[in-house]
Nanobody
Framework: QVQLVESGGGLVQAGGSLRLSCAAS????????VGWFRQAPGKERAFVAV????????QYADSVKGRFTISRDNAKNTVYLQMNNRQPEETAVYYC?????????????????????WGQGTQVTVSS
């Protein structure tokens, strides 16, 4: 069982930048895709970005394309989310998750059901 721990959250002004980290322990996630999701107050958890195990493939939600960058350092068993030009409506708890090998192959990586290990989340607040 892998444990994921997010860090790097906090308060940032609109237009500012922040980098989140997702550190894995218990087992390596180097052979798993890892995704980032966020959940704003009163809203459902939403897909943000995903990176393949070998980092060759990344996908982003349309709302963050061009502003967010997902990356990974498999030697450190860590995945990052660089967030630039933050917007106040992006205030949320940000979660990372590793893919599930038992989930249906019909699920896309933007579907939270494609993941089976989740971190506890880190709060990001964007002030206007």
């Amino acid at each position: 069982q892998v444990q994921l721990v997010e860090s790097g959250g906090g308060l940032v002004q609109a237009g500012g930048s922040l980098r989140l980290s997702c550190a894995a322990s218990g087992r390596t996630v180097s052979s798993y895709a890892v995704g980032w999701f966020r959940q704003a107050p009163g809203k459902e958890r939403a897909f943000v970005a995903v990176i393949s195990a070998n980092a060759r493939i990344t996908q982003y939600a349309d709302s963050v394309k061009g502003r967010f960058t997902i990356s990974r350092d498999n030697a450190k068993n860590t995945v990052y989310l660089q967030m630039n030009n933050r917007q106040p409506e992006e205030t949320a708890v940000y979660y990372c998750a590793s893919e599930s090998r038992s989930a249906s192959s019909r699920l896309t990586y933007s579907d939270s059901r494609a993941y089976d290990n989740w971190g506890q989340g880190t709060q990001v607040t964007v002030s206007s």
